[in-house]
Every structure is written in structure tokens, then in C-alpha cells.
């Protein structure tokens, strides 16, 4: 079982920054392929980024690519979402998930766990 707590989230103006955390605790929590995800109001959630467990491969999606940076800390069970240069359109609850695959994994039915979010709004 592993246990994900989001923070960082908050009201932020257009083109600014924020840097999400993610605390993972339980078993093995080092071991997972973890991601971050989003929901705005009446949208489906989509993934944002997604890292594996060696840090060795990360994945973007193309809307965040060159903004938006995934990292982690496996001595920590930290994993970090940097976000730079925010657009309204980034606003939505940012969710942190793992699932036990070693794989880079990008739809959310391929995730096990998942926190409860953190909000991200972004003003005009």
C-alpha cells in the first residue's frame, strides 16, 4: 500500500510559477512509476507528466512540454512538478498518483494510487 500526500498548489498570475510536492509513504513507494495529473471543472482527467522510478525516462504532455518539469527524490519518496511560465488554461486539481509498473504509463486506469490533489489557479 502506499500513501500520497500533494502540496504546493495556490492562485497564481499568468506566467508565473509554482512547484508542486508529492510525499509517497509505504511499501516500496521507491520502487513505482509515478505521475501527475489534472482535472479542470467538466473535463476528463489527463496526464501531465509521468516519471519512472530510475528517473530514467519522463514523459510530458505535449501541452506542458518545455514548461513544466517532473523530478524525484527516491531517498526522500518525494516527487516534484515544476511548473513554469502557468497559462489560465493550467488551472484545474493536480493529483499525484504511482502504479507498480516499471513502465511510463499515461492514462489513468494504469495507476493504483493516487492523493487527494492540490488546487492550481491561474489568473489572467
Known amino acids: 500500500q502506499v500513501q500520497l500526500v500533494e502540496s504546493g498548489g495556490g492562485l497564481v498570475p499568468a506566467g508565473g510559477s509554482l512547484r508542486l510536492s508529492c510525499a509517497a509513504s509505504?511499501?516500496?513507494?521507491?520502487?513505482?512509476?509515478m505521475g501527475w495529473f489534472r482535472q479542470a471543472p467538466g473535463k476528463e482527467r489527463e496526464v501531465v507528466a509521468v516519471i519512472t522510478w530510475s528517473a530514467s525516462t519522463t514523459y510530458y504532455a505535449d501541452s506542458v512540454k518545455g514548461r513544466f518539469t517532473i523530478s524525484r527524490d527516491n531517498a526522500k519518496n518525494m516527487m516534484y512538478l515544476q511548473m513554469n511560465g502557468l497559462k489560465p488554461e493550467d488551472t484545474a486539481l493536480y493529483y499525484c498518483?504511482?502504479?507498480?509498473?516499471?513502465?511510463?504509463?499515461?492514462?489513468?486506469?494504469?495507476?493504483?494510487?493516487w492523493g487527494q490533489g492540490t488546487q492550481v489557479t491561474v489568473s489572467s
Open positions: 509505504g511499501r516500496a513507494s521507491s520502487w513505482y512509476t
Open positions: 498518483a504511482a502504479t507498480q509498473t516499471s513502465r511510463v504509463v499515461d492514462t489513468p486506469p494504469e495507476y493504483d494510487y
